[in-house]
C-alpha cells in the first residue's frame, strides 16, 4: 500500500472521495430524490420550514428533515442557489462510511492494510456513489448508522466498554432515523446483530446491559424527537401521510422474494469478486480471520433476506446490503494479494484473470470504442476526450501489466484508480451528448415577474422543475371534475399534456398563448432516458 494510506488511512480516504466525486458535482441531472430533499433545504432558509418541512409550500413529511438541515446549512455557506453546496453534505457522508468501515474493520481485523482495502472497496463499489445521487437520504442514514455499529461492536467486544460509547452509539442511531427513520436498523443494524451473535457471542451481557438500553433510548429519542413535534403540530396531515405511505409499502413496486438475489451485482467492478467471497465453502479455509469472514458473510446474506422479506422492492434498497459485502470482498482481495503468486488451480486463476482483465480492456478501447460510436458528438470536445483516453488507456495497459507480474495489490490500487477516473475525467464528457431540445426554468422566475404575471401548474408539476425555477409553483388540481383557476387576469401555466378537453376547458374563460417548451432532459428523445415528467408546456392565460 502507499505510504500516504497507512500513515493517515482515514485523511488519505477522505481525500480520494473529495478528488474522486468534488471536481464534477455539478454535472450530474438533479434526480427526482434529490430535488425534493433540495427544494424542502430551500423553504427551509426561504420560508423557515425548518421543522414541518414542505415541498412546494406543501407538507413533506414522508421523510425526516436531516438531509435536507445539511443542505441548507452547505447552501448558507457556498450559496443558495448551489448545486454544488446542496450536494457537498452527501458526499460528506460518503467519506464518513469509508472511514468508519476502515475503523469498524480495524477493530476486527488489527491490521491497517486489510481495513484499507475493505474502505476502498466499498467508496467504489457502484451503487454506493450512485445512491448519492440517486436519493441522498440514503447515504445519510447508512454512513451515521455504520457509526453507531462501530460503538455498539466496541461496547460488545471490548472490555473497555464506557458511557462514552454508549452515547455515541446512542448519537448516531439517532442521526441515522432523523435521516430516514428506521430503515437503516431494519436493513443494516438487525443484521449486524444477528450475524455479531453467530460469529462472535454475546458475553458478559448482564454487565453491558445498561449501555446498550441507555443507546437505544437516547437513540430512540433524537431520532424520534422530530416525529413527536410534527404528531403534536400537524397531527392531522402527519397521520394522511403515514397511512398513504403504509399502503405504498404493501401495494405498488411489489416484486418476488427472489428479486435482490443478484444483489453482488450492484457492486459493479466488484462483480466477480464478490459472487466468489460468497462462496463459503471455498473460502472459509482460505481467508486470515474466519470468524471476521462469518460475521461478514452472515451480515450480508440476512440482510439481503431482511430486504427480500419486504414486498416492495426497488434496487437502490440494497445500498446498506454494500456496506458487509465490502468486508466480505475484502477478504478475497486480501487472499489473492497474499497467495495469487502461488496459484496455479486455474479454476481460481481464471476468475481474476477475467475480472480485471475485462475492466483493463475497457480502459484500453475507451478511445477506440468512444470514437466509433460517437465521432460527431466529441468534436467539440476533443480536450476532454483526449485526456480520458490517455488516463485510462494507460491504467487499462498498467492492470495488464501488473496482473502479468501477479502483482495483485497493484491490480487492485488501479482497479480502485480506474473507478475514480471514470468520475474525474469521463463524466465531463456527458456534455457531448446533452439533449438538443433541453431548456431549463431557471430564467422564467424572472421573466415572470417582468410579466408581472405567477406561475402555476396544471395537475402535476416535476420536483426537478420546481427546483430548476427556484421558487414554488402552485398546482391546480382537478377536483369533482372541475379545476379551481387563480383568481389573476393573467398567469403563467405549466402542463406537461395539453389535451383538447383540457384545452376546451380553458378557453371557456382563457384566451391561450403559447409560450414554448422546456425540457430538463439531458439526453434526446433517442435515448432511453427521456422522460416524459420532465417536458412542459408554458402557457400565458389572460382572463376574456
Not at 439531458?522 to 400565458?540: E, M, P, T
Amino acid at each position: 500500500m502507499p505510504k500516504s494510506l497507512k500513515i493517515y488511512p482515514v485523511l488519505t480516504i477522505c481525500l480520494f472521495v473529495a478528488i474522486m466525486l468534488l471536481p464534477n458535482l455539478e454535472v450530474l441531472q438533479v434526480s427526482i430524490m434529490e430535488a425534493r430533499n433540495f427544494i424542502t433545504a430551500r423553504e427551509m432558509l426561504n420560508n423557515d420550514h425548518w421543522l414541518l418541512t414542505t415541498m412546494n409550500n406543501v407538507a413533506r413529511y414522508q421523510k425526516p428533515p436531516l438531509p435536507a438541515w445539511f443542505s441548507a446549512f452547505s447552501s448558507i455557506v457556498f450559496g443558495t442557489k448551489s448545486l454544488f453546496a446542496m450536494r457537498l453534505p452527501a458526499v460528506l457522508m460518503v467519506m464518513l462510511a469509508g472511514s468508519f468501515t476502515y475503523y469498524l474493520s480495524r477493530t476486527i481485523l488489527k491490521g491497517k492494510t486489510h481495513s484499507i482495502i475493505n474502505a476502498l472497496i466499498l467508496l467504489t463499489s457502484f451503487y454506493v456513489i450512485g445512491i448519492t445521487f440517486e436519493a441522498p437520504s440514503d447515504i445519510f442514514t447508512h454512513a451515521f448508522m455504520l457509526v453507531a455499529i462501530y460503538y455498539f461492536f466496541k461496547i460488545f467486544k471490548t472490555e473497555n466498554y464506557t458511557w462514552k460509547h454508549a452515547i455515541k452509539a446512542g448519537l448516531f442511531l439517532g442521526l441515522s432515523i432523523l435521516a430516514k427513520g428506521p430503515i437503516s436498523i431494519y436493513a443494516l443494524f438487525l443484521p449486524f446483530l444477528v450475524a455479531y451473535g453467530f460469529s462472535f457471542k454475546y458475553k458478559n451481557l448482564a454487565k453491558k446491559t445498561p449501555y446498550l438500553i441507555g443507546s437505544i433510548i437516547l437513540g430512540i429519542a433524537i431520532g424520534g424527537s422530530w416525529y413527536l413535534y410534527v404528531k403534536l403540530q400537524d397531527t392531522t396531515t402527519l397521520n394522511a401521510i403515514a397511512s398513504k405511505e403504509t399502503s405504498t409499502w404493501g401495494n405498488y413496486n411489489i416484486r418476488p422474494f427472489y428479486y435482490y438475489w443478484s444483489f453482488f451485482t450492484q457492486s459493479g467492478i466488484w462483480t466477480v469478486p464478490a459472487f466468489i467471497s460468497l462462496l463459503y465453502p471455498y473460502l472459509k479455509k482460505r481467508v486470515s480471520h474466519f470468524k471476521a469472514y462469518k460475521f461478514s458473510l452472515i451480515w450480508t446474506l440476512v440482510a439481503v433476506v431482511l430486504l427480500s422479506a419486504v414486498p416492495m422492492k426497488k434496487s437502490r434498497y440494497l445500498m446498506p446490503v454494500l456496506i458487509p459485502l465490502a468486508f466480505n470482498i475484502g477478504f478475497y482481495i486480501e487472499y489473492l494479494i497474499r497467495k495469487f503468486k502461488v496459484l496455479k488451480d486455474k479454476r481460481e486463476t481464471f476468475p481474476v484473470y477475467f475480472n480485471f482483465g475485462l475492466i483493463g480492456i475497457i480502459g484500453i478501447a475507451f478511445p477506440i470504442v468512444m470514437w466509433l460510436l460517437f465521432k460527431e458528438q466529441l468534436q467539440n470536445h476533443m480536450f476532454k476526450f483526449i485526456i480520458a483516453s490517455i488516463v485510462l488507456f494507460a491504467i487499462g495497459i498498467l492492470i495488464f501489466m501488473q496482473l502479468k507480474a501477479k502483482e495483485i495489490k497493484n491490480v487492485f490500487l488501479l482497479t480502485v484508480l480506474f473507478f475514480a477516473s471514470a468520475f474525474i475525467v469521463v463524466l465531463p464528457l456527458t456534455e457531448a451528448f446533452k439533449n438538443e431540445n433541453y431548456k431549463s426554468l431557471s430564467t422564467l422566475n424572472k421573466e415572470n415577474q417582468m410579466r408581472n404575471i405567477n406561475l402555476y401548474a396544471l395537475d402535476y408539476v416535476a420536483p426537478e422543475f420546481i427546483w430548476d425555477y427556484g421558487d414554488i409553483i402552485p398546482e391546480i388540481k382537478i377536483e369533482n371534475n372541475n379545476y379551481t383557476f387563480p383568481l389573476d387576469n393573467s398567469f403563467g401555466l405549466l402542463v406537461n399534456t395539453m389535451t383538447p378537453e383540457i384545452e376546451t376547458k380553458l378557453s371557456l374563460n382563457y384566451n391561450i398563448k403559447e409560450i414554448g417548451t422546456y425540457n430538463l432532459n439531458r439526453f434526446g428523445s433517442a435515448s432511453n432516458q427521456d422522460n416524459w415528467r420532465l417536458k412542459s408546456v408554458f402557457y400565458i392565460l389572460t382572463r376574456k
